[in-house]
T-cell receptor, first 114, second 115 residues
Framework: AQSVTQLGSHVSVSEGALVLLRCNYS??????LFWYVQYPNQGLQLLLK??????LVKGINGFEAEFKKSETSFHLTKPSAHMSDAAEYFC????????????FGPGTRLSVLP | GAVVSQHPSWVICKSGTSVKIECRSL??????MFWYRQFPKQSLMLMAT?????????EQGVEKDKFLINHASLTLSTLTVTSAHPEDSSFYIC???????????FGPGTRLLVL
C-alpha cells in the first residue's frame, strides 16, 4: 500500500525566496507521483507529475520536483516565490498500474510574506 | 484540455433532505471517477471510486446507502447525499481519469451545508 508524508503543515517564505515543500512516499511498487495545488474554496490543480520518465520534472508556474528513489522523496521547489503562490499543496502517490491506489498527503499550506 | 466541472458549486439544505451533486468531464471520456470529501484544513479523503457502467467501490467507513453514486455515462457521475444531516456538511470534490491514463483531473468542488 502507498502512503505519503509531507514535512511541515505550514511553510512561510518571503516573496522572492526559494520555495521547498517536502514530500516522502512509501510504496511497495514503482510509483507515480503528483503535486497538486489548491486555492481557497477551489478544487485541485495539477502542478506536475512523475511517471517514470525524467526524474526532474518541470511543472506549471515555475515549479519543479525531483524524484529521488534512494531517498523516497519528491520535493517541490520554486526558485523565487510569488504572492500568488500562497495556497495549499498536496503530494500524492499511486502505483503504476493504471494509477491505482491514489493516496494524498496531508498537505502543506504555503504562505508568502511581502 | 482535461476539464472537470461540478454542479452545484455550493448548496444549503435542510436536515433530512437529499442533495445531488454532478461531476462532468467536459473534454474527455472518464472511465473512472472518484469522489472525495475534504474537511476544513485537512487533506482529501477518498469516499468511492466509480467505473462507468459498474457499481461504485466504497472506501471503508463510507455508507453506500447514504452516499449514492451513479456513473451512467463516460462524462457524468453523480453523488447523492441521502437524508443529509449537519455532520455531512463538507467540501465534496470529484475527479476523473481517462482509461489507461494515470492522472486524475479534479473538479472545483461543491460545498454542502446542512442546516
Amino acid at each position: 500500500a502507498q502512503s505519503v508524508t509531507q514535512l511541515g503543515s505550514h511553510v512561510s517564505v518571503s516573496e522572492g525566496a526559494l520555495v521547498l515543500l517536502r514530500c516522502n512516499y512509501s510504496s511497495s511498487v514503482p510509483p507515480y507521483l503528483f503535486w497538486y495545488v489548491q486555492y481557497p474554496n477551489q478544487g485541485l490543480q495539477l502542478l506536475l507529475k512523475y511517471t517514470s520518465a525524467a526524474t526532474l520534472v518541470k511543472g506549471i508556474n515555475g515549479f519543479e520536483a525531483e524524484f529521488k528513489k534512494s531517498e523516497t522523496s519528491f520535493h517541490l521547489t520554486k526558485p523565487s516565490a510569488h504572492m500568488s503562490d500562497a495556497a495549499e499543496y498536496f503530494c500524492a502517490v499511486s502505483d503504476q498500474h493504471y494509477g491505482q491506489n491514489f493516496v494524498f498527503g496531508p498537505g502543506t499550506r504555503l504562505s508568502v510574506l511581502p | 484540455g482535461a476539464v472537470v466541472s461540478q454542479h452545484p458549486s455550493w448548496v444549503i439544505c435542510k436536515s433530512g433532505t437529499s442533495v445531488k451533486i454532478e461531476c462532468r468531464s467536459l473534454d474527455f471520456q472518464a472511465t473512472t471517477m472518484f469522489w472525495y470529501r475534504q474537511f476544513p484544513k485537512q487533506s482529501l479523503m477518498l469516499m468511492a471510486t466509480s467505473n462507468e457502467g459498474s457499481k461504485a467501490t466504497y472506501e471503508q467507513g463510507v455508507e453506500k446507502d447514504k452516499f449514492l453514486i451513479n456513473h451512467a455515462s463516460l462524462t457524468l457521475s453523480t453523488l447523492t447525499v441521502t437524508s443529509a444531516h449537519p455532520e455531512d456538511s463538507s467540501f465534496y470534490i470529484c475527479s476523473a481519469r481517462e482509461q489507461g491514463k494515470e492522472t486524475q483531473y479534479f473538479g472545483p468542488g461543491t460545498r454542502l451545508l446542512v442546516l
